[in-house]
């Protein structure tokens, strides 16, 4: 419980800052969405990697 609590604080940490450099350049809030959502996919696999090293 208290991992999924701290994953929805980063979220909403991340779509925070997103939105404050939105309010300063649209464009640069663009890139900055992306970088940080290839930065989550991979997060993400990195993860799944590991339990399924664990497992074994």
């Known amino acids: ?3 999924r609590l701290l994953f929805v604080l ?3 940490f991340v ?3 997103v939105a404050g450099v ?3 350049s ?3 809030s663009l890139v900055l969405a992306g970088v940080l959502g290839v ?3 991979e997060r993400e ?3 799944r990697k590991a ?3 664990r497992r074994r």
């Open 26 to 28: 649209v464009p640069a």
């Open 39 to 41: 930065v989550a996919v």
């Open 51 to 53: 339990k399924e090293v």
């Open 22 to 24: 939105g309010m300063w």
């Open 15 to 17: 779509l925070a800052a």
């Open 10 to 12: 980063e979220a909403l």
């Open 45 to 47: 696999q990195a993860g």
């Open 1 to 3: 419980m208290v991992t």
